[in-house]
């Protein structure tokens, strides 16, 4: 079955502070990789996601992700955080054939003190 | 096009009492998924319809849920008889498709629903 482990459910960081939050999955096989962010009282939106090419894929409100195939691991990062970035983070992961449709996380909450 | 459209926001109800949550997807998108958010469980695939049709319900956890998609542009989630561990939030979400940025998943606001 597929899986997709987000490993930290919390995290807490002063502004100003690196961000990577982990995201793995379990098959093989070409692989369609997502971030969703829900910042407070919203809404999931898309954050980022990455088909193929450069594994380094940047999203908006300044973050990354590496696709990084031997470790089967699509880790978001940002290099300074900001009040505004307080949200929870979802990564998602679509494997060929089967159900077709991407497998969610269960999520990642971050929160950035001032 | 108005996004994803939840209704409604906000729901309080006491146990034993149905539910009905419903939802309007973005016009031209084939699949439509039902979420469930809680604290304990984070978010979870209730279902997902392809074409109206309910393609994989396993997520759906007993048999006080249903789920219908009576045509392409409504769709409902209904809890008879309610209890309050079915409290939490519950998201609608629509695909385009299934391969690329057709995959991108565009969700409404939510249904925040307490059971008391």
């Known amino acids: 079955a597929q899986s997709v482990s987000q490993h930290n459910h919390h995290v807490i960081l002063s502004e100003a502070a690196s961000l990577e939050l982990g995201c793995n999955y379990s098959y093989g096989g070409t692989v369609n990789l997502f971030w969703y962010v829900q910042y407070p009282g919203q809404h999931l939106q898309l954050l980022l996601k990455y088909f193929s090419g450069d594994p380094l894929v940047k999203g908006i409100k300044g973050f990354e992700a590496e696709f990084i195939k031997s470790k089967f691991s699509f880790n978001l990062r940002k290099p300074s955080v900001q009040w505004s970035d307080t949200a929870e983070y979802f990564c998602a992961v679509k494997a060929p054939g089967g159900s077709y449709i991407p497998t969610f996380g269960r999520g990642t909450s971050l929160i950035v003190h001032p | 096009d108005a996004g994803v459209i939840q209704s409604p926001r906000h729901e309080v109800t006491e146990m034993g009492q149905e539910v009905t949550l419903r939802c309007k997807p973005i016009s031209g998108h084939d699949y439509l998924f039902w979420y469930r958010q809680t604290m304990m469980r984070g978010l979870e695939l209730l279902i997902y319809?392809?074409?109206?049709?309910?393609?994989?319900d396993s997520g759906m956890p007993e048999d006080r849920f249903s789920a219908k998609m009576p045509n392409a542009s409504f769709s409902t989630l209904k809890i008879q008889p309610s209890e309050p561990r079915d409290s939490a939030v519950y998201f609608c979400a629509s695909s385009l498709g299934r391969t690329g940025d057709e995959n991108i998943q565009y969700f409404g606001a939510g249904t925040r629903l307490s059971v008391l």
């Open positions: 319809f392809n074409n109206n049709v309910p393609i994989d």
